[in-house]
């Protein structure tokens, strides 16, 4: 019987050192995958939309206020993903103007299937479609460090958040974007947002944003 339990608590012990050392390996690997990635697709994109601005008229003062408190390394690095994504919605919505087409009309509709599809696999993940549920699913205590927020309000009803900073609008600003492609850019990008508020049956109203100046983007989703 001393054997027996002798050998359970070494199997636990053992257990708890391997877990402890894969949590710390993949935190490390994660620290210099992010930090590289980020650094090298940001620097790449940003220089690439700075050249395609380069003899754009730009507007000579902008109403738009978006600089980050939290500078930590690793938030920095997610951030840098962020503005890469911003990017990719920014160039195609160029070229899509290039081609005679309009950016709302074809950049929203995606955006918000693209907002549906995630909404869904969140309720999937958290096993609830209540607005408590989306909280605690999507705007997580990381998702808060990297866009700065406050939640101001949280029932299985409504949801109330107050967003400080946005990388998405740091890349536009970046990339020599005018206050009213940052603002279009802005009303494209939350489509996502309004497709998790109908996913989880509920609604979204976008009561200020940082894209169109003001202090906060305050994003308030209701049943």
Not at 66 to 72: G, V
Not at 199 to 206: E, T
């Amino acid at each position: 019987m001393a054997e027996d339990m002798t050998d359970k608590m070494a199997d636990k012990m053992a257990d708890q050192m391997a877990e402890q050392m894969a949590d710390q390996m993949a935190d490390q690997m994660a620290d210099q995958m992010t930090d590289q990635m980020a650094d090298q697709m940001t620097e790449q994109t940003v220089k690439e939309m700075a050249e395609q601005k380069e003899n754009k008229p730009r507007s000579r003062h902008s109403i738009v206020t978006n600089e980050p408190s939290i500078k930590n390394p690793i938030i920095q690095a997610v951030r840098g993903q962020l503005e890469q994504r911003a990017a990719w919605l920014y160039l195609l919505c160029d070229e899509a103007g290039k081609r005679g087409l309009e950016w709302k009309d074809f950049g929203s509709a995606a955006i918000k299937r693209c907002g549906l599809s995630q909404g869904n696999d969140l309720i999937k993940t958290g096993g609830t479609n209540s607005l408590t549920g989306l909280r605690k699913t999507l705007f997580t205590k990381p998702a808060q460090w990297v866009f700065e927020m406050k939640i101001r309000k949280s029932t299985d009803k409504v949801l109330a958040i107050d967003f400080h900073y946005c990388p998405l609008v740091k890349a536009w600003q970046k990339a020599g974007c005018t206050d009213e492609e940052i603002a279009d850019l802005c009303d494209i990008a939350m489509c996502g947002d309004h497709g998790i508020g109908e996913a989880y049956g509920g609604k979204l109203k976008l009561l200020k944003s940082i894209a169109k100046g003001d202090e906060v983007c305050r994003l308030y989703y209701y049943k």
